[in-house]
């Protein structure tokens, strides 16, 4: 058992936060007031080569393994979580699954793109009635032959407005359940897609979350990804690996707090010695300290598994799960330790305080990630 982080780790570790100091941090809570998308700022993570890292290099992609892809993730999330969940659709929702299961044909006609960063994707499930229960979708995709017709809305969608490519997920025979699910490409510029309204969100109002509209759109066959009834299968297996993303998420949201109250710590003085020396405030550094970094142990982990080709959905849950009550528990203790400070947009714990509640939301709430694991302890 080793603990040591390779070469090649540590320089993805060091070019991810040297990015996150100096091209996310200025302006970062700007973006968060006005809600403003940070297209400048993916544009420049697409050229580091950050939005298809595990993707082959022969489909546009880095070639890298889920340990970098966690070690990115915490680095740019420790700043912007608004940009980090770009960076997590696009790798884990999107690209991995259209490299594990489409075609050659969508590979080369989309993959390439997506990987390399110069188009961005959105992974669409969610709908008004079907958010943790993915079997109920209401979205249709009736064969036609030669296409299949889409109809239906889906919300919640991150990168609604700002994706070229969605994956869709949509039910074609009610009568067959989850196994009548498939799951298609379409393209955000086609007839019949609709973008809806910006959702004005608590938290990561950096990103762009809308709802996407479909009416008589003309699928051809050849987007649907895998067999006929593949797509509810497609969508547990692409979640899985997500929720490894949005761990690592979690623990840079903790551990960016993390820093900055250590950091306050040391200068904040209160009768007549720095807060550090306070033993309320330095067991509550503790605490925090122990917790991330458990949670980043816990994503590692999964990453490990993932990438040994093991069977690592209990392991992702369980990484989501700690993790985002981890960043929820650490980002209120950072508000608490910055005091009065905490509660201003300037000193940034209240706006991580935010972005960490929605870890324990998307991509399965933290219900759902102990519905999965109790079934898998207990089978």
Known sequence: MDFDLTEEHLAVQQAAREFAQTELLPGVIERDNLQKFPTEQI??????????????????????????????????????????????????????????YGSEELKTRYLIALASGNKLGAFLLSEPEAGSDATSQQTSAIDRGDH????????????????????????????????????????????????????????????????????????????????????????????????????????????????????????????????????????????????????????????????????FDRASSMAKLFASEVAMKTTIEAVQIHGGYGYVKEYHVERMMRDAKITQIYEGTSEMQRIVISRDILK
């Open 43 to 100: 544009k420049k993570m697409s050229e580091m080569g950050l939005m298809g890292m595990m993707v082959d290099p022969k489909y546009g992609g880095g070639g890298m393994d889920t340990i970098s892809y966690v070690l990115a993730m915490e680095e740019i999330s420790k700043i912007d979580a608004s940009a980090s969940v770009c960076m997590s659709v696009n790798n884990s929702l999107v690209c991995w699954g259209l490299e594990h």
């Open 148 to 311: 299949y017709v889409l109809n239906g809305t889906k919300n919640w969608i991150t990168n609604g407005n700002s994706a070229d490519y969605y994956i869709v997920i949509a039910q074609t025979d009610i009568e067959k359940k989850h196994k009548g699910i498939n799951v298609f490409i379409v393209e955000k510029g086609w007839d019949g897609v609709t973008v809806g309204k910006k959702e004005d969100k608590l938290g990561i109002r950096g990103s762009d979350t809308h709802s996407i509209m479909f009416q008589d759109v003309q699928v051809p066959k050849t987007n649907r990804i895998g067999e006929d009834g593949f797509g509810f299968k497609f969508a547990m297996k692409v979640l899985s690996g997500g929720r490894i993303g949005i761990a690592a998420q979690a623990l840079g949201i903790a551990s960016g707090a993390y820093e900055l109250s250590l950091k306050y710590s040391k200068e904040r003085k209160t009768f007549g010695t720095e807060i550090m020396n306070h033993q309320a405030i330095a067991f509550k550094l503790a605490d925090m300290a122990t917790e991330i970094e458990a949670a980043r142990l816990l994503c590692f982990k999964a990453a490990w598994m993932k990438d040994q080709g093991l069977d």
